[in-house]
């Protein structure tokens, strides 16, 4: 598993790559945005195209990264889910609390 970690216009896109389920190797994820935070980041695209599976704990995570970034007052939107993924944000009402997007460019564009 790997984490692509990249800016564009003051926005810090992160892209995991693997399985995001228990048991499986970790993403850092959670790490990576606790310091991108403490560098002052405040607007966060997660881009979870290279996801081929997710699981209660890959949701967990999203949503404790969800609540480490608005309590800082910042922003985080999803884009790039796949069908199962995005079913599976929709099933447990995730849809709610996260904006999703089609492409990394439009959850780009929508901070604008």
């Known amino acids: 598993m790997a984490l692509q970690k990249r800016q564009s216009n003051g926005i810090t896109i992160l892209e995991p790559i693997g399985n995001h389920t228990y048991r499986s190797d970790d993403f850092n994820l959670k790490s990576t945005v606790s310091k991108a935070i403490d560098e002052g980041v405040k607007k966060f695209v997660i881009n979870l195209s290279g996801i081929r599976k997710m699981d209660s704990s890959g949701l967990g995570e999203l ?4 609540q480490m970034i608005y ?3 910042g922003m985080v939107k999803l884009c790039s889910l796949t069908k199962e993924i995005s079913s ?3 099933l447990t009402k995730l849809n709610v609390k996260f904006e999703s997007f089609n492409t990394e460019s439009s959850a780009i564009n929508s901070f604008r």
Not at 63 to 66: A, C, K, Q, R, S
């Open 71 to 73: 309590q800082e007052h």
């Open 88 to 90: 599976l944000i929709n």
């Open 63 to 66: 949503v404790l990264i969800h």
